[in-house]
């Protein structure tokens, strides 16, 4: 207590060490805050005035403007949008320097109803700068008219993130239609709540020669073709209003998509993909999937971690029909099951005796609807070919009941299980006879 004294008595506890930083420290400091508070630095003192007017980011959130909780009509909205636009564009005129790294702009308006045609007219004055970054997320707006032009001409962007959500009605999505695509630097394209046609979609890939990371979700996007030597990442969450999807990405490394329920989905020359996660939806017209899923299957040969999450009945036999001439998954290390049933157990005996390099099974939310089947008696497998000698572990998760019953079955093509993994107990070094002993 009294060395604390002492070094009080100095004054170290009453130096401003901030603001005695150099300014360039100083200015990335401000980076991790909001334009608004970056701003409101100005009154700490007189180092601190300008030092707002430096910081490369611009982050614009309409939630930041709250209106008073006594403030309410029309008028008091218009009062409020007027003040975020004058905010915005005196931050525009004041700024020292004309470098931007990242453009940020929130409008969430499900409690103000803004007008953001009053914002979005400074997009274009921001993409005049050069940003490298460029995050966009409409809530519920009205009006909204963005200057896409001006966007997807912006040749400095590496990283642009469009997130566009209008209604709350279903299938109401904002349309993008650009004139001209000039994004030569960008390797990250994310789309969320868009439509667009056909040809639009063309050229904005034509028109991203770098991109590595492409991301649509929630989009409504009847025809996708994507044909790239440069794609790594693809990330596909809205498959549902899909005719065509075609995918050739021979440097693909991760695959995450829906299966389309209405039309064809093609993947080809993958030879480069890791990891991929396939989600097939219930689909109305089962019988044109007969052929086309195996062969959808049959693409992913060459991944390290797999993962299917599906909810159609007949999957498991139409893929055991077809799976007598698929090549062998010599790379697979990682398999996760998502909603299976012990009838489905099919699928899962499949890659246990086509995945030579498998160590790790994950089943999840097994479904006991779906287990319809008797259990396996203790006198040991009756027709298994038992081709693997060792798995590491097995992660199962869902409905209780059906537990032993498919640890069961597991050791019916599997002679030895490093650990098993349930949320009601760990099984350790697993084979037949141990587990029923």
């Given at each position: 207590?009294?060395?604390?004294?002492?070094?009080?008595?100095?004054?170290?506890?009453?130096?401003?060490?901030?603001?005695?930083?150099?300014?360039?420290?100083?200015?990335?400091?401000?980076?991790?805050?909001?334009?608004?508070?970056?701003?409101?630095?100005?009154?700490?003192?007189?180092?601190?005035?300008?030092?707002?007017?430096?910081?490369?980011?611009?982050?614009?959130?309409?939630?930041?403007?709250?209106?008073?909780?006594?403030l309410?009509?029309?008028?008091?909205?218009?009062?409020?949008?007027?003040?975020?636009?004058?905010?915005?564009?005196?931050?525009?005129?004041?700024?020292?320097?004309?470098?931007?790294?990242?453009?940020q702009?929130?409008?969430?308006?499900?409690?103000?109803?803004?007008?953001?045609?009053?914002?979005?007219d400074?997009?274009?004055?921001?993409m005049?700068?050069?940003?490298?970054?460029?995050?966009?997320?409409?809530?519920?707006?009205?009006?909204?008219?963005?200057?896409?032009?001006?966007?997807?001409?912006?040749?400095?962007?590496?990283?642009?993130?469009?997130?566009?959500?209008?209604?709350?009605?279903?299938?109401?999505?904002?349309?993008?239609?650009?004139?001209?695509?000039?994004?030569?630097?960008?390797?990250?394209?994310?789309?969320?709540?868009?439509?667009?046609?056909?040809?639009?979609?063309?050229?904005?890939?034509?028109?991203?020669?770098?991109?590595?990371?492409?991301?649509?979700?929630?989009?409504?996007?009847?025809?996708?073709e994507?044909?790239?030597?440069?794609?790594?990442?693809?990330?596909?969450?809205?498959?549902?209003?899909?005719?065509?999807?075609?995918?050739?990405?021979?440097?693909?490394?991760?695959?995450?998509?829906?299966?389309?329920?209405?039309?064809?989905?093609?993947?080809?020359?993958?030879?480069?993909?890791?990891?991929?996660?396939?989600?097939?939806?219930?689909?109305?017209?089962?019988?044109?999937?007969?052929?086309?899923?195996?062969?959808?299957i049959?693409?992913?040969?060459?991944v390290?971690?797999?993962?299917?999450?599906?909810?159609?009945?007949?999957?498991?036999?139409?893929?055991?029909?077809?799976?007598?001439?698929?090549?062998?998954?010599?790379?697979?290390?990682?398999?996760?099951?998502?909603?299976?049933?012990?009838?489905?157990?099919?699928?899962?005996?499949?890659?246990?005796?086509?995945?030579?390099?498998?160590?790790?099974?994950?089943i999840?939310?097994?479904?006991?609807?779906?287990?319809k089947?008797?259990?396996?008696?203790?006198?040991?497998?009756?027709?298994?070919?038992?081709?693997?000698?060792?798995?590491?572990?097995?992660?199962?998760?869902?409905?209780?009941?059906?537990?032993?019953?498919?640890?069961?079955?597991?050791?019916?093509?599997?002679?030895?299980?490093?650990?098993?993994?349930?949320?009601?107990?760990?099984?350790?070094?697993?084979?037949?006879?141990?587990?029923?002993?």
């Amino acid at each position: 207590m009294m060395n604390i004294k002492a070094q009080g008595s100095e004054g170290s506890y009453g130096i401003d060490r901030i603001s005695s930083l150099p300014d360039d420290v100083r200015t990335h400091i401000l980076s991790f805050l909001s334009t608004r508070e970056a701003v409101q630095t100005c009154i700490l003192s007189k180092r601190w005035i300008n030092t707002w007017a430096s910081v490369q980011d611009l982050k614009f959130d309409i939630l930041d403007f709250r209106l008073p909780k006594f403030l309410d009509g029309e008028m008091a909205v218009e009062e409020f949008v007027t003040k975020f636009k004058l905010f915005v564009k005196n931050v525009l005129e004041k700024r020292e320097t004309s470098c931007v790294n990242i453009f940020q702009l929130w409008l969430d308006s499900r409690f103000y109803f803004p007008r953001t045609q009053a914002v979005a007219d400074y997009i274009g004055d921001v993409m005049k700068l050069g940003p490298r970054a460029c995050l966009v997320k409409m809530g519920l707006c009205e009006n909204l008219n963005l200057n896409m032009d001006a966007i997807f001409t912006c040749a400095s962007l590496i990283h642009l993130q469009l997130q566009l959500c209008l209604s709350v009605e279903v299938n109401h999505f904002e349309a993008i239609e650009p004139n001209s695509v000039n994004l030569s630097c960008l390797k990250t394209l994310d789309l969320d709540g868009v439509t667009m046609s056909d040809d639009s979609l063309k050229k904005l890939l034509l028109g991203c020669p770098v991109l590595e990371v492409l991301v649509l979700q929630n989009c409504y996007i009847s025809i996708i073709e994507i044909c790239s030597n440069t794609l790594k990442k693809l990330i596909l969450s809205s498959g549902y209003h899909i005719m065509r999807l075609h995918i050739s990405t021979p440097n693909l490394v991760y695959l995450n998509i829906i299966v389309s329920a209405m039309g064809k989905t093609l993947l080809l020359n993958m030879p480069s993909l890791v990891d991929a996660s396939i989600y097939i939806p219930g689909l109305c017209d089962q019988g044109k999937y007969v052929t086309r899923l195996p062969k959808l299957i049959h693409s992913l040969s060459n991944v390290e971690s797999l993962r299917l999450d599906y909810y159609w009945s007949k999957l498991p036999k139409v893929l055991k029909k077809d799976f007598s001439d698929c090549l062998m998954f010599n790379n697979l290390k990682r398999l996760e099951l998502v909603n299976m049933g012990l009838h489905d157990f099919d699928l899962a005996s499949f890659f246990l005796h086509h995945s030579p390099k498998l160590q790790e099974l994950t089943i999840n939310n097994i479904c006991a609807w779906k287990s319809k089947c008797l259990e396996i008696t203790k006198e040991g497998p009756r027709d298994a070919l038992v081709q693997r000698e060792y798995l590491q572990t097995v992660r199962i998760s869902g409905h209780y009941r059906v537990f032993d019953q498919l640890i069961n079955k597991l050791l019916a093509h599997v002679k030895i299980i490093g650990e098993i993994h349930t949320p009601t107990r760990t099984l350790s070094m697993v084979t037949w006879g141990s587990f029923h002993a």
